[in-house]
C-alpha cells in the first residue's frame, strides 16, 4: 500500500495488538517509518524485524509521563523528523459509578488524558519547527456518548475530545492537524477476558447492568469492525490534504453519534425559551473570538 506523497515518521502508542498494530503494519506498508511504543518490546519482534530499516521498538509506558520526551526524541534521533504521533494505548473498564474506585478511575485517566498530553507537548516543539504535522487521538464513541456501567471510560475520552478540540485551534496556524478517531467495535482484544477491566460487581447495580457487562464481556471476536481497514484509511488521511476533526469510525459509531447529535439539538430546541429566560434584560449579545 505505498503512497505517493513523501515517507512520513509515526510515533504509535499501545503498537503491540490492536489498532495500534494494524496502524504499524498499514503505515510501514506505505514506505513510512514507524517508532513503536510499548510496554513489551519482544510483543513485536515479528514486525520490526520484517521492517529492520523503517521500524523502531522502544519500551513505552504512556502512564510515565516523565518518559514522554525520550520517547520523542528517540524517534527525531532514528529518522530525523516527527510526523505523525497517535495516542493509541488504552483499554476499557466496566463498572457503576459506585463500583468503581479513586484509583481505577485515575488509571484510566492517567491512560486516555495524562500520558497522551504529555507526548503531545513533547511533540509539538518538533512539529512547529517543521510547520507540519497530525496528531491522531485515538477516541471513541464512548468519548461522544456514554450509558451506564462505562462512566470512568467515557470520562476519560470525553476529556480527551475537549481537551483535543482546544489543541486543534492553538496548533492550526503551523499546520499541524488533529484527528479524533471515535471507533464503534473492531475486532481487536479490547473486549477479551483480562484485558476489559470489570469494577467489583455490588448488590445495588447487579442486576442493573447485567446486560451490559454480558454484551461488553461477550463481544469478542464477534465486533464488526475490521482494524486492517480501519488503519488504511487513517494512514490514507494522514498522507491526504484534508483531516477531519472528528472521525466516527465504523457504520455503528456513525449512526449512534447522528443519532446523539439530532436528540442533543431536539432538547436544545424544548428548552431554548426556558434557557434565554436566565439572561439580563437588554444587555447586547458577547462577542467572541471564536
Not at 189 to 208: K, M, Q
Not at 209 to 226: I, K, N
Request: hydrophobic residues 45%.
Amino acid at each position: 500500500m505505498a503512497t505517493s506523497s513523501p515517507a512520513q515518521t509515526w510515533i504509535i502508542t499501545g503498537a503491540s495488538r490492536g489498532l495500534g498494530r494494524a496502524l504499524a503494519h498499514a503505515a510501514l506498508a506505505a514506505g513510512d517509518h514507524v517508532v513503536a511504543a510499548v510496554r513489551r518490546p519482544e510483543s513485536i519482534a515479528t514486525v520490526a524485524a520484517a521492517y529492520p530499516d523503517d521500524c523502531l521498538v522502544v519500551a513505552h509506558d504512556v502512564r510515565d509521563v516523565d518518559a514522554a520526551a525520550g520517547l520523542v526524541q528517540a524517534a527525531l534521533d532514528r529518522f530525523g523528523r516527527l510526523d505523525v504521533l497517535v495516542n493509541n494505548a488504552g483499554r476499557g473498564l466496566v463498572g457503576a459509578v459506585e463500583e468503581t474506585s479513586d484509583a481505577q478511575l485515575r488509571e484510566v485517566m492517567d491512560l486516555h488524558l495524562f500520558g497522551p498530553a504529555a507526548l503531545v507537548r513533547a511533540a509539538l516543539p518538533a512539529m512547529r519547527a517543521q510547520g507540519s504535522g497530525t496528531i491522531v487521538q485515538m477516541s471513541s464513541q464512548g468519548g461522544r456518548i456514554s450509558y451506564p456501567g462505562v462512566s470512568a471510560y467515557s470520562a476519560s475520552k470525553f476529556a480527551l475530545e475537549g481537551w483535543s478540540e482546544a489543541l486543534a485551534g492553538e496548533v492550526e496556524p503551523w499546520g499541524i492537524r488533529v484527528l479524533l478517531v471515535e471507533p464503534s467495535r473492531f475486532r481487536t482484544e479490547f473486549n477479551a477476558t483480562g484485558v476489559l477491566e470489570f469494577a467489583e460487581p455490588s448488590e445495588a447495580y447487579g442486576d442493573r447492568l447485567a446486560a451490559v457487562r454480558a454484551d461488553l464481556a461477550g463481544a469478542h471476536g464477534r465486533q464488526e469492525g475490521d482494524p486492517a481497514r480501519a488503519a488504511k484509511i487513517i494512514v490514507s488521511l494522514a498522507h491526504g490534504p484534508e483531516v477531519p476533526l472528528r472521525l466516527p469510525l465504523g457504520r455503528e459509531a456513525v449512526e449512534r453519534i447522528s443519532a446523539m447529535h439530532r436528540r442533543g439539538l431536539a432538547d436544545v430546541e424544548q428548552w431554548a425559551e426556558t434557557a434565554r429566560s436566565a439572561d439580563f434584560e437588554g444587555v447586547p449579545a458577547s462577542a467572541r473570538p471564536i
